[in-house]
């Protein structure tokens, strides 16, 4: 009987596999995953053959493959073409929206691929491919702009004698030679390469691949020269410090990061950075404040790359996407998080933490921030893990991975850090986790019913009921619950922190969204007044969630109305549930402190 021959799998050996259980992984580790990776990405164009016609594109790409394979090998390997495999391949089994673009353009991208990889291997050829809004992308080159203003239209892509040019509708673009230059209708896509030769990190600044923002594509964005030319100063910057400060993870990024997506500026102190794990090696990031903001950056995506490929090849929980409807608390979010981001967030985290660990040694960064930082973020990572430490779900490897970040945490957690940036971390985490209470978590309502009652007939004390285990219901109005940190950012930023006079508090919170004039006479040390200023912010806006957790902390920094501070700070729900309740059946707000004080008697605390 004749046997087929078995396919080779990809392992990680347990060196491998241990160094990224514990947040690394060096450049040889990083190898092995993009082995994988590029397994994976072969797999996924076998299964887009098999469920669509990709016409005269598949016969071009296989001609770039025998001539060039190294071009192709960039191109499948390309974090962009990642994410449109995953994309297209979703679309064709309707597991996603059929909204725009359409089905043809979507698929046809495929022709693109095969078109910029025939033009790199130097091929001569014609082919039609997708335009879209008058662009035409073309992978890791550029894009074409022609006069067209249908949305969805087609283009032609030629090559011969030396010369490419793409045509529509009667209009043509040259592309330069070579494409990596500038022409009248061509916006190349620019590679960045900063550091010396020997450590040089090298990365497309993709800013027209329809597939480089994650999860849903965009239309070409290009970049001004001023724009790309301040991304590869602030990218030099920040390679400088990764260099100085994490050679390690220095060297494995520059091995496992292809491309970054820019995006413009957002307020200071709060980036936006996304990665995918379909589109290994990828990352979108807002333009930073500063270098060291980048480098932070890049560390926090990095670790979101490596444990992407760790879970192309292995899973960390049991059960299927979407079975397990639970939701956490997630320090670094607004929303409630499943499982599986809760743990995509502890991994990122424990890296960014790290980060700043050193970076506070780092005789150039001698100031507040960096330990301030490094005190939220373990504080922060470490609840996020005492929450699901040794859930069920966890697999083996999944239950290893947390066990050893947990205990490298808990060593961080003993690392002295000076009094005054702990202290204002606590604040920080205390502070967030009661916002985030606030906003999501909902005492029973028969209980809540039961406490008016009680209230109302001058009872001594809520029911006990009230103490109940609360529901989780996700509120879409949380926004921006790190408001405070962020304040405390802003007063720690400059060179002279510990002598900077405290700034007027309107003028401070106006500078940060989200933020109350009462949440920055509480990042400023001035309990006292936060406390009457929250106070003020309820009786005009009872429905202010923030107020009730600022308020909670301003009482217990002033060391006033003891068990109104231990339930505001602990159970912000069930005194906001109650006032809420209170106010509607009487028309009347209570008094906050006094309702406070009230629902956080013995009788629902103990």
Not at 491 to 506: K, M, T, Y
Request: glycine content about 8%; some cysteine; proline content about 9%.
């Amino acid at each position: 009987m004749r046997t087929e021959p078995s396919l080779p799998h990809h392992q990680l050996p347990s060196a491998a596999l241990a160094e990224l259980t514990r947040g690394e992984g060096g450049p040889d580790t990083l190898d092995l995953l993009i082995g994988a990776e590029r397994s994976r990405r072969l797999l996924l164009l076998r299964m887009l053959d098999d469920a669509a016609d990709v016409g005269p594109a598949w016969n071009l790409l296989s001609q770039a493959q025998r001539r060039a394979p190294s071009v192709v090998d960039d191109l499948l390997m390309y974090p962009q073409t990642g994410m449109w495999l995953a994309s297209v391949l979703r679309r064709l089994r309707g597991t996603v929206p059929q909204d725009e673009p359409p089905l043809w353009v979507v698929l046809g991208h495929f022709s693109a691929l095969a078109a910029a990889a025939a033009l790199r291997a130097e091929l001569d050829f014609t082919l039609d491919v997708p335009m879209r809004h008058g662009r035409v992308p073309l992978p890791m080159l550029g894009c074409a702009e022609l006069p067209v203003t249908e949305p969805w239209a087609t283009a032609t892509v030629r090559s011969g004698a030396g010369r490419a040019v793409v045509e529509a509708h009667g209009a043509t673009v040259a592309l330069p030679d070579p494409p990596g230059s500038p022409g009248p209708g061509w916006y190349p896509v620019r590679r960045l390469a900063v550091g010396p030769a020997q450590r040089r990190l090298e990365m497309t600044l993709d800013d027209v691949d329809p597939y480089r923002t994650y999860p849903r594509p965009t239309e070409p964005r290009p970049l001004s020269e001023e724009a790309a030319a301040q991304w590869q100063q602030v990218l030099e910057r920040a390679w400088d410090v990764l260099l100085r400060d994490l050679p390690g993870t220095a060297d494995a990024l520059r091995r496992g990061m292809f491309s970054l997506t820019p995006t413009p500026a957002g307020e200071r102190f709060r980036p936006r950075s996304v990665s995918a794990g379909d589109a290994f090696g990828g990352m979108e990031a807002s333009e930073p404040d500063d270098a060291v903001q980048l480098a932070a950056t890049l560390v926090h995506e990095f670790q979101h790359t490596k444990l992407g490929g760790l879970l192309h090849l292995t899973p960390l929980l049991t059960g299927r996407a979407g079975e397990d409807t639970a939701l956490w608390y997630a320090p670094w979010r607004d929303d409630p998080r499943p499982i599986d981001g809760l743990l995509q967030g502890i991994y990122a985290f424990m890296g960014v933490t790290g980060f700043w660990r050193v970076r506070r040694t780092d005789t150039a960064a001698q100031n507040a921030l960096p330990h301030f930082e490094f005190s939220l973020w373990r504080a922060h990572v470490a609840a996020a893990m005492e929450q699901i430490h040794r859930h069920e779900r966890l697999t083996p490897v999944g239950s290893a991975l947390l066990d050893t970040l947990r205990d490298r945490c808990a060593e961080w957690l003993r690392e002295p850090v000076p009094e005054a940036q702990l202290a204002l971390a606590r604040l920080c985490t205390d502070y967030h986790v009661a916002r985030w209470r606030a906003h999501h978590l909902h005492p029973p309502r028969p209980a809540v019913s039961a406490a008016v009652d009680a209230w109302l007939t001058g009872a001594s004390g809520p029911p006990g009921a009230l103490s109940a285990e609360p529901d989780i219901v996700p509120d879409p109005s949380a926004r921006w619950l790190d408001s405070l940190a962020m304040l405390v950012r802003h007063r720690l930023g400059g060179a002279d922190d510990d002598r900077r006079a405290p700034e007027d508090p309107e003028k401070a919170a106006a500078r940060v969204n989200g933020a109350l004039t009462a949440d920055a006479l509480l990042a400023a040390g001035e309990a006292a007044a936060a406390g009457r200023a929250y106070v003020a912010h309820l009786a005009g806006e009872p429905g202010r969630t923030g107020a009730w957790a600022g308020l909670g902390q301003a009482l217990k920094a002033s060391g006033t109305a003891s068990q109104a501070a231990h339930v505001l700070c602990h159970h912000p729900e069930r005194v906001r549930a109650v006032h809420e309740a209170v106010t509607r059946a009487t028309n009347t707000a209570p008094d906050p402190i006094r309702l406070a004080t009230w629902v956080g008697s013995p009788s629902v605390t103990r």
